[in-house]
């Protein structure tokens, strides 16, 4: 029997839930399907940040970009809204919101977010999407962005 509407918001909330309160990599992997073939994938250029742009196939490097994103990025204040549920293809498109961090600069900026979340018949994750801003991330991580803010202010 399909999962109903509200199971599929559920184990997405769920997922959501855990990423925000920043739940060990264990904890977050265990949303993740093993019975079939699950990816992470944070789109954008490949060169901007060490996550972005490439499918992290299969548990252990589904674990390796979270681990990069612990590596590199704090965050605070994590919401999600705007909840899109589809039942008939089993996806969960959410809008989050957060302040992110790049740890290495401790650079700043707020950032909304979008996730795609693809479920199996278990409820748990197979394909896990992110679009977010990943310039605002390059910028952070070459310590620019400050310095452009800076330069914006005086040019208005």
């Given at each position: 029997m399909a999962p109903t509407r509200a199971q599929l918001q559920k184990a997405a909330e769920a997922l959501?839930?855990?990423?925000?309160?920043?739940?060990?990599?264990?904890?977050?992997?265990?949303h993740f399907s093993t019975s079939h073939q699950v990816t992470a994938v944070e789109h954008g250029e490949q060169?901007?940040?060490p996550f972005l742009g490439r499918?992290?196939?299969?548990?252990?490097?589904?674990?390796?970009y979270f681990g990069l994103l612990q590596e590199h990025l704090t965050y605070e204040n994590m919401k999600f809204s705007e909840?899109?549920?589809d039942t008939e293809v089993m996806k969960v498109s959410v809008k989050g919101n957060a302040?992110?961090?790049?740890?290495s600069t401790k650079e700043?900026?707020?950032?909304?977010?979008?996730?795609?979340?693809?479920?199996?018949?278990?409820l748990k994750v197979t394909d896990y999407q992110v679009w977010?801003?990943?310039g605002a991330a390059y910028l952070a991580r070459k310590g620019k962005l400050n310095e452009l803010r800076k330069l914006r202010r005086e040019q208005a």
């Open positions: 959501c839930d855990d990423f925000s309160q920043k739940k060990d990599l264990g904890t977050l992997l265990s060169c901007l940040a499918p992290f196939t299969g548990l252990k490097n589904v674990e390796q909840w899109v549920v302040d992110f961090t790049w740890t700043m900026w707020k950032e909304t977010f979008t996730y795609t979340l693809d479920f199996d018949e278990d977010a801003d990943s």
